[in-house]
Nanobody, 120 residues
Framework: EVQLVESGGGLVQAGGSLRLSCAASGFIYDDYAIGWFRQAPGKARERVSCISTSDRATFYSDSVKGRFTVSVDKARNTVYLQMNSLKLEDTAVYYC?????????????WGKGTLVTVSA
């Protein structure tokens, strides 16, 4: 059974930093794409960042480019999202998801999410 468990969310002041982690287990493929998505109350889910384990190619949405950094530790089957210079509008539930295909909205497996709250 594939499991994705996010951690690292919490309350942080604007301008601060957080690092999210997503630990994956039960995934039998050596190479995959893993992404971070977020959903704020009343808003559509947004793809924030993706990384491919095969070539480390990355994607960032315009809203986080230059502030967030995604990385993967394949030995630990863990992906990280370093979030710096956080803004109020970064408040959301953050989900990680994995696919053997291309990182997009149609991922194969999803975690349950971790809440990030940015305060003024």
């Amino acid at each position: 059974e594939v499991q994705l468990v996010e951690s690292g969310g919490g309350l942080v002041q604007a301008g601060g930093s957080l690092r999210l982690s997503c630990a994956a287990s039960g995934f039998i493929y050596d190479d995959y794409a893993i992404g971070w998505f977020r959903q704020a109350p009343g808003k559509a889910r947004e793809r924030v960042s993706c990384i491919s384990t095969s070539d480390r190619a990355t994607f960032y949405s315009d809203s986080v480019k230059g502030r967030f950094t995604v990385s993967v530790d394949k030995a630990r089957n863990t992906v990280y999202l370093q979030m710096n210079s956080l803004k109020l509008e970064d408040t959301a539930v953050y989900y990680c998801a994995v696919t053997i295909s291309i990182c997009g909205d149609d991922m194969d497996y999803w975690g349950k999410g971790t809440l990030v709250t940015v305060s003024a």
